[in-house]
């Protein structure tokens, strides 16, 4: 589970300070204490944030077209909703964020294939998962080493079924990044930016989901 630290916020609609162009999040978990760290670690993240707790459900739909959020949580520590991903992927630019447990968690890559734009790992520490959600706000989403291992065995799969050429770029970052670098090592390791290195990094999500979707 979450770290017990911070786990006293309220479930359901959590206001807070101010925070320009981060207003309004929503959270998915059946788990009230995901629920409560979700919260906590979101209006830490972004004073003034009004988070929305519900559980998995039509509620959700219902919740989310009356109020469009700025960030989407979702809970896939007990399994995923694919459905649940898509249908927040089709809903504009928002950002879907899968939310496990453990960072080797195989769920996370299905939820990837499913849409989801980045992922929060629960049990590490609230500052960590602060610092990631930043991250995650400006274009350089997190990428456990686990996560890239698993990345990049998709991608040797693909080239070796569909013969498809993988940047080389894209390989170097995954191949630094599984071996534990963040995004911001690797970029000084392969000598390019971190602008450069974050769009390389969101062009190998992107191209998860559409591989996906053509299998489909």
């Known amino acids: 589970s979450p770290p017990d630290h ?9 206001p807070s300070g101010g925070s320009p162009g981060m207003r309004k999040a929503m959270v998915v978990s059946d788990s ?15 004073p003034g944030m009004r988070v929305v707790a519900v559980t998995l459900g039509g509620v959700v739909t219902a919740t989310f077209s009356r109020a469009p959020q700025d960030l989407l949580l979702v ?44 992922c929060l790992i629960a049990s590490r520490s609230r500052t960590r998962a602060i610092t990631a959600l930043h991250q995650i706000v400006i274009g350089e989403p997190p990428m456990p080493a686990p ?20 940047p080389p770029m894209r390989l170097e970052l995954l191949a630094a990044m599984s071996r534990g670098m963040s995004l911001a090592e690797a970029a000084v390791w392969l000598g ?7 769009k390389e990094l969101r062009g190998a999500y992107r191209e998860l989901t559409v591989s996906q979707a053509q299998a489909a």
Not at 103 to 118: F, I
Not at 192 to 198: D, E, H
């Open 32 to 46: 009230s204490v995901m629920h409560a760290w979700l919260s906590g670690c979101l209006t830490d993240a972004f």
């Open 75 to 118: 809970d896939c520590s007990r399994g995923l909703d694919a459905r649940l991903i898509e249908m927040f992927g089709h809903q504009g630019p928002t950002p879907t964020i899968a939310v496990a447990i453990d960072a080797a968690d195989p769920v996370l890559m299905d939820a990837l294939r499913a849409g989801a734009s980045a």
């Open 147 to 166: 996560l890239a291992r698993r990345l990049l065995m998709h991608y040797d799969d693909h080239a070796r079924s569909s013969g498809a050429q993988v």
């Open 6 to 14: 911070a786990l006293t916020d309220p479930v359901g609609i959590v």
């Open 192 to 198: 390019v930016n971190r602008v450069q290195a974050a």
